[in-house]
């Protein structure tokens, strides 16, 4: 019967160690040493320079955990897992264990993993009646009592002489999360031509769109230091295979230390993966992160503002003139704007501040006025009688260049309290 994980292993154990703690305190110090040269054929993705180092974990106690999500792995499963487990008793210096994450498989999956539990020391099982890698993931992380947290993919495609690399980091205090890389110098791989370019198309896509600093967001082989996944799970939405790449994403934007590790990696022709449904949910994740950003938003807002005024404006010039016909639809739409910006684009709630906000949205509302009543007056200086589509053309690109004068006013000045006091409650990420 599979007991929940915490109350299943309180404590970790390794079967093959019987030296004493002084000779395990300089072995594994000789192995983070001799690992820690090879930083040099490695990347950090680090926004800034660390002002508070992170604390290394205690060599003799520090637990890694390495989690397997599986589905419908019957014919890998047993194999991989024995690999691993042979590899982790000879070469890891640290205490250990396998979980395999089962999530919603309908073969014998299920079975196979809860039959290498019983055979094999340190190798658990979780299962979840849902599908979903990242599911799979957030549970078996958020039950662990690891200091460091790993994932690998069942087929074990990447070499399992990487894992140290990738966990030396952690342990030193070196980095918050370290990923394997297959597309930085130094790695090897063999892999179709297929899936290679829509690999390098899509971490091209998140250095285009999301600012990704790091090399290879898909590689099914990283790891986390445990205090920096609870912080980081939290806020992570996907329960699919978008799930690494939000998790990295949200690191970075968070100025953690993201640490890669160059991989041998080789192909795996029987890769359960959907490409097509895979490709659809990461521009979907890609889209909403896209969407989290303060400028993107403020843009979309501005965009559909700036609709609202021109319609606004024509409805209104049928009965007034071209200058109050403009200040009413301005007056309209820049109290509409800063409401959707304090919500939307800053992510302010509550009553707190609201009216002295308002107010000084209103003084920002009358540069925007000067700027479109000069517009205007320009316009009739040179057309007494101008036609109506002109003037909308002329008041939209004053209204946009006004839109440029409104970020900058909202951010540093408007809004510019609230968004210091909530940036001093949120909780320190290194």
């Known amino acids: 019967m599979i007991r929940p994980l915490a109350r299943l292993l309180p404590r970790f154990r390794h079967p093959s160690y019987a030296f004493h703690t002084a000779g395990f305190n300089r072995r594994t110090m000789l192995v983070i040493d001799d690992i820690q040269r090879q930083f040099g054929h490695t990347m950090i993705t680090t926004p800034e320079p660390l002002h508070t180092p992170v604390p290394s974990l205690p060599l003799r ?6 989690v397997v999500p599986v589905y419908n792995e019957e014919v ?3 194999r991989s897992i024995r690999r691993l487990h042979r590899f982790l008793c000879t070469s890891m210096p640290f205490a250990w264990r396998i979980v395999i994450a089962d999530n919603a498989s309908t073969d014998a999956t299920a079975q196979i993993a809860r039959s290498l539990a019983c055979k ?16 799979a993931l957030r549970a078996a992380w958020m039950g662990s009592d690891a200091d460091v947290l790993c994932y690998m993919d069942v087929d074990l495609s990447t070499d399992l002489r990487a894992l140290l690399p990738l966990i030396a980091g952690l342990v030193s205090g070196h980095s918050d999360v370290a990923i394997g890389t297959r597309l930085a110098p130094g790695s090897r791989v063999d892999r179709g031509r297929k ?5 390098r198309t899509y971490n091209h896509l998140l250095r285009l769109t999301l600012g990704a600093r790091f090399s290879d967001a898909q590689c099914g082989f990283k790891a986390v230091r445990a205090d920096v996944a609870r912080r980081l799970l ?6 699919g295979w978008f799930f690494d790449t939000e998790l990295l994403v949200l690191a970075q934007r968070r100025g953690l230390r993201i640490h890669e590790v160059s991989v041998d990696w080789t192909d795996d022709p029987d890769s359960r993966v959907d490409i097509v449904s895979t490709a659809l949910g990461d521009l979907r994740g890609i889209l909403r992160l896209l969407t989290q950003r303060p400028l993107v938003r403020f843009v979309i807002n501005g965009v559909l503002t700036t609709i609202a005024y021109a ?26 704007n800063t409401q959707a910006n304090r919500y939307f684009t800053f992510g302010l709630r ?9 107010a000084a949205g209103a003084l920002v509302y009358l540069l925007a006025l000067a700027l479109t009543g000069g517009a205007l007056a320009v316009l009739q200086a040179l057309d007494p009688h101008p036609a109506r589509g002109i003037e909308v053309i002329v008041l939209v690109l004053a209204s946009a260049f006004a839109t440029v004068s409104r970020y900058f006013a909202l951010r540093s000045w408007v809004f510019a309290r609230r968004l210091r006091a909530a940036k001093a409650l949120r909780p320190v990420t290194r």
Do not use: F, M
């Open 61 to 66: 106690t520090t637990q890694i955990e390495i």
């Open 76 to 78: 890998v499963l047993e």
């Open 120 to 135: 094999l020391p340190n190798v658990d099982v979780i299962t979840l009646p849902q599908k979903g890698r990242g599911r």
């Open 195 to 199: 899936r290679a370019l829509i690999s």
């Open 234 to 239: 939290p806020s992570v939405v996907d329960d």
């Open 311 to 336: 319609a606004l404006y024509l409805l209104l010039r049928t009965w007034l003139t071209a200058v109050p016909a403009n200040a009413l639809a301005l007056a309209v739409t820049a109290v509409a």
């Open 350 to 358: 509550g009553r707190r501040g609201l009216v002295r906000q308002h």
